[in-house]
């Protein structure tokens, strides 16, 4: 079984945000509190590392006291952007990738991921919500970097159509698809403050 003090997490940030008209997802208030605060809330007991991926507002990402790295071209070229600056910086043997717009994940994220590696031995785990995959919550071997920088040298952008190269091993949330709904304008904000998934600011 993978330790979870070998896995690190990357909190993906650096979109363009523009389903949102342009705004920066993470730093978007929800319930109180900067949407990234969320997805760190649940992270931090389930990794031994975090890294936040960002391409504007890295001042303010900062003050999460966590190491934070942007794409190495202009541009915004997408997820695999920010998962190859994270490969880069992570010292585990492990990378979690997580956006940063889906701030309901479950506690047991990590643990379900291990545990499809260790009945599927490949080289990244996929969380599969009952209905399709979701490649964005993945757990891969850092050593997948070189494939990463191949693929995206040759110009492809697309997250699925490379984690299925892997023939990755499929972690079930089939229970709970509803942890992995991402955030896109102010009515999925209240959806997700009216479901109790997160948690409020506390009142000073």
């Not at 993978?2 to 993470?26: E, Q």
């Not at 900062?62 to 070229?77: H, T």
């Not at 599927?120 to 009952?130: F, I, S, Y």
Request: glycine fraction near 8%.
């Amino acid at each position: 079984m993978i330790d979870s003090n070998d896995i690190s997490a990357v909190i993906l940030a650096g979109g363009r945000g523009s389903r949102m008209g342009g705004r920066d997802k993470g730093l978007v208030p929800l319930a109180g509190r900067p949407m990234i605060a969320h997805v760190l809330d649940v992270l931090k007991p389930q990794v031994g590392n975090i890294i936040i991926s960002a391409n504007r507002n890295l001042s303010r990402y900062a003050r999460f006291e966590f190491p934070v790295v942007r794409d190495e071209e202009e541009g915004y070229q997408g997820p695999l952007a920010g998962i190859l600056a994270a490969l880069k910086q992570a010292n585990t043997d492990w990378l979690l990738c997580v956006p940063c717009d889906v701030p309901a994940l479950p506690p047991e994220l990590v643990q379900r991921l291990v545990g499809a590696l260790d009945a599927q031995p490949a080289e990244l785990a996929v969380v599969h919500d009952g209905h399709k995959l979701q490649p964005a919550f993945t757990l891969m071997s850092t050593q997948l970097r070189p494939s990463l920088e191949d693929y995206l040298n040759s110009g492809e952008r697309r997250l699925g159509q490379w984690c299925k190269r892997h023939c990755p091993a499929l972690a079930d949330f089939s229970d709970m698809p509803e942890r992995f709904a991402n955030v896109n304008d102010e009515a999925q904000m209240q959806q997700i403050v009216d479901s109790g998934l997160v948690k409020r600011a506390s009142a000073e």
